[in-house]
């Protein structure tokens, strides 16, 4: 029995050690091959705008370029390239970005400088707040599409989400200059002047704004504040007034109107 026994345990042994062998033996095959087909190098967010852009340098020579090179391209080339463009933002509007982002890279290979392949890509970096990379497409356009307010506005929003206020309304003042009556434009002055505290020119764009929207209650409060703040303390109680117009129960405007007379009362004192 002993021998037998003894003959059992090694024919166990034997056989375990087969297992085993077999098991990392297909484990070790099977990671190869899962390596042949992943391991190829990843580009960075910031490496995959600059491989699938031009520099800003590049771009912008493009555009200053005489416009007859974009007849270099043919005819199929063209109606490839808008049906691209539909494609792309058909996948975007379903959310199916990384679908966009490989239409957009086969649209750019065929036209590296095409606006609208490029406005798409910034439209998706935007939404996935990839605000850094869309920033740097907005720049390249402006710089070639100056009287295109459309892309300004757009990079003026983009600074706006990345807390560069000064900046971004730098570039609404340059539309705002000839586009007087775009209220979208008046809109984000008031909200990013009022931001940073400079009332004196929230003011302004906020009385532009109340022209074309005059029982816009925010604006109203954002006026009642502004004049506030620049001691014009008269004026700013026939603000609430209105807003109380409006807005007979509105317990903020009511608050301010009674604490407001209250100090003007004192000072007359």
């Given at each position: 029995?002993?021998?037998?026994?003894?003959?059992?345990?090694?024919?166990?042994?034997?056989?375990?050690?087969?297992?085993?062998?077999?098991?990392?033996?297909?484990?070790?095959?099977?990671?190869?091959?899962?390596?042949?087909?992943?391991?190829?190098?990843?580009?960075?967010?910031?490496?995959?705008?600059?491989?699938?852009?031009?520099?800003?340098?590049?771009?912008?020579?493009?555009?200053?370029k005489d416009?007859?090179?974009?007849?270099?391209?043919?005819?199929?080339?063209?109606?490839k390239i808008?049906?691209?463009?539909?494609?792309?933002?058909?996948?975007?509007?379903?959310?199916?970005?990384?679908?966009?982002?490989?239409?957009?890279?086969?649209?750019?290979?065929?036209?590296?400088?095409?606006?609208?392949?490029?406005?798409?890509?910034?439209?998706?970096?935007?939404?996935?707040?990839?605000?850094?990379?869309?920033?740097?497409?907005?720049?390249?356009?402006?710089?070639?599409?100056?009287?295109?307010?459309?892309?300004?506005?757009?990079?003026g929003f983009?600074?706006?989400?990345?807390?560069?206020?000064?900046?971004?309304?730098?570039?609404?003042?340059?539309?705002?200059?000839?586009?007087?009556?775009?209220?979208?434009?008046?809109?984000?002055?008031?909200?990013?002047?009022?931001?940073?505290?400079?009332?004196?020119?929230?003011?302004?764009?906020?009385?532009?704004?109340?022209?074309?929207?005059?029982?816009?209650?925010?604006?109203?409060?954002?006026?009642?504040?502004?004049?506030?703040?620049?001691?014009?303390?008269?004026?700013?109680?026939?603000?609430?007034?209105?807003?109380?117009?409006?807005?007979?129960?509105?317990?903020?405007?009511?608050?301010?109107?009674?604490?407001?007379?209250?100090?003007?009362?004192?000072?007359?004192?």
């Open positions: 029995m002993n021998i037998f026994l003894k003959f059992e345990v090694i024919i166990f042994f034997i056989t375990l050690s087969y297992c085993v062998y077999y098991i990392f033996h297909r484990i070790y095959i099977v990671y190869f091959d899962v390596k042949k087909i992943v391991a190829k190098p990843k580009l960075s967010e910031k490496e995959k705008v600059a491989d699938i852009l031009v520099n800003r340098e590049k771009i912008q020579q493009h555009y200053k416009k007859s090179s974009k007849s270099e391209l043919t005819d199929a080339t063209k109606k808008i049906d691209i463009v539909k494609k792309v933002r058909i996948n975007s509007a379903k959310g199916y970005f990384d679908a966009s982002k490989n239409l957009i890279v086969e649209g750019l290979s065929l036209d590296k400088f095409n606006k609208d392949l490029n406005l798409e890509l910034a439209f998706i970096y935007e939404k996935e707040r990839n605000y850094e990379n869309a920033e740097y497409i907005y720049r390249d356009l402006r710089e070639v599409l100056k009287d295109n307010y459309e892309v300004s506005k757009k990079l983009i600074l706006a989400m990345q807390n560069k206020i000064e900046e971004s309304i730098k570039i609404y003042r340059d539309i705002y200059s000839n586009q007087k009556g775009d209220m979208e434009v008046v809109d984000m002055l008031c909200n990013l002047t009022y931001e940073i505290k400079k009332y004196k020119s929230c003011l302004k764009f906020v009385k532009v704004y109340l022209k074309e929207n005059p029982r816009n209650v925010e604006k109203l409060f954002m006026k009642a504040t502004c004049l506030e703040q620049l001691g014009k303390i008269g004026e700013c109680i026939k603000v609430y007034e209105n807003i109380l117009t409006l807005q007979p129960y509105n317990t903020d405007a009511i608050y301010k109107r009674k604490e407001l007379k209250g100090k003007l009362n004192n000072e007359k004192i």
